[in-house]
């Protein structure tokens, strides 16, 4: 009985509900493990209370609240970008849901790790160590407030029965104002601190940011532009 209780159908939404019940676990672990600072991170991140006093934390981009928050991330990330890509490409994979959401996480996980060896490598090439711990925690922080910020507006997609396309469109819009937030907020962070020429900062952004982001998005239209049903 319990075997066939852990038993997921491919073709259902069972491993949705799944995704939505391990992020909202581990939302609720954090927050009971590190109270004072879940509620900080949300009522206080943009007039910096809370970037100001976690800044000397040690260690800063490490920390169990944040590596809790990673797999919120991911997991929030990976279903935003499968529910824009099922819904713009239905035809196309509409009989492959947990096969294309696995490959988004996959892909996710990859990007992630390529920027860590990218840090580390322009790290030591430009002996900017501190303020890329900085930069990366900043980035970390306002990714992690998303990941809250995102989660009302899968719901409401994948549970409220109102029309698809609208929601779709209402996520997308939500998802692309938090990108853009991420990385114009913590830029101009790092920028007021004055602590390294606008060149370095600049080599630094299009390197580790750029950079990734375009592979990135080149392999999700290489996917999408291929005939999927080879993977």
Known sequence: MYS??????????????????????????????????????????????????????????????????????????????????????VELFDSYNLELFSLIIVALF?????KIVLRFVINIILSVSKTARQFSFFKL?????SSIVLLPFLMIHQYSGLDKPFTLTILLSVFIALLAVQYLYSTQLIIAKKQYPFLYIFLYL??????????????????????????
């Open 4 to 89: 066939q209780l852990l038993l997921i159908n491919m073709g259902s939404n069972d491993w949705i509900n799944l995704t939505f019940i391990s992020i909202f676990v581990l939302l609720v672990l954090n927050k009971l493990l590190f109270h004072r600072r879940f509620t900080l991170l949300i009522s206080g991140i943009f007039n910096r209370k809370y970037l100001s006093f976690y800044l000397k934390d040690t260690p800063l981009i490490t920390s169990t609240f944040n590596l809790i928050f990673f797999p919120i991330n991911l997991l929030t990330i990976s279903l935003t970008l499968y529910f824009i890509v099922k819904g713009y490409y």
């Open 110 to 114: 990859l990007f992630y790790l390529m």
């Open 206 to 231: 299009c390197t580790l940011e750029i950079l990734p982001t375009i592979i990135f998005i080149k392999f999700v239209f290489i996917i999408v532009n291929n005939d999927f049903h080879g993977f």
């Open 141 to 145: 922080t306002i990714r992690s407030f």
